[in-house]
């Protein structure tokens, strides 16, 4: 796990005997007097990256619009 305050982190988990590391990246963003852009990237790599992948990819980002949803109603709070 890589943590930058204030920027994002990222973090990779490796799948016992799948022959695959998931990574994770979350970045944060100014792009403007008090607006943000957060940025999510997933990567699978690995050997058997190219045949797990298609199969576990959408499972693995399939939560990511709600994720997103929900980090805007906080910021959206917290700005109120």
């Not at 890589?2 to 016992?16: A, I, K, L, Q």
């Not at 022959?19 to 990567?43: A, D, P």
């Not at 199969?55 to 399939?62: A, D, F, N, Y």
């Amino acid at each position: 796990t890589r943590v930058s305050v204030n920027r994002g982190f990222s973090d990779e988990t490796e799948v016992p005997g799948a022959g695959v590391t998931i990574g994770f990246t979350h970045t944060l963003e100014s792009v403007g007097e008090g607006l943000s852009r957060i940025t999510h990237h997933v990567s699978i790599s690995g050997p058997a990256a190219d045949s797990l992948g298609p199969s576990i990819g959408p499972g693995i980002t399939e939560g990511i619009p709600d994720t997103m949803q929900s980090l805007l109603r906080l910021a959206q709070q917290e700005r109120a």
